[in-house]
């Protein structure tokens, strides 16, 4: 059984390592392997943006590239700095990533340590494009 609040925590703790200078919206993310382990990814800003990496992203291509390709859950926590939003969604080309490496009912958790709730992929992203529709 997944441990959400637990996950939740890890994002949160992510955060911390977030480089944000720019916009100064801070994200934590927690992904959890089917093998159990937790790899974190914050994001990370630059000055020309479209080189930002979001920490959906940043954690699952850390996982993928240490040969992970199996995965139960992620929690993503963010907000402006010194605040936590009570939601925080993936972008779209985050939402795209995860249905790259994970199922329709793969569980996403937004929130914070106080209150968060679950979705699955395919809540967050309807009509996925994937390798089956090429």
Known sequence: MINF???MEQAQKARENSYAPYSHFR????LLSKSGKIYLGCNIENAAYSATV?????AIFK???EGERDFEAIAIAGGREGETYELCAPCGVCRQVIAEFCPKDFKIILGNNNKFEVYTLDMLLPLTFTSENL
Do not use: P
Request: hydrophobic residues 55%; positive net charge.
């Open 5 to 7: 609040r637990f996950l």
């Open 27 to 30: 994200v934590g993310a927690a």
């Open 54 to 58: 979001c920490a959906e992203r940043t």
């Open 63 to 65: 996982a993928v590239s």
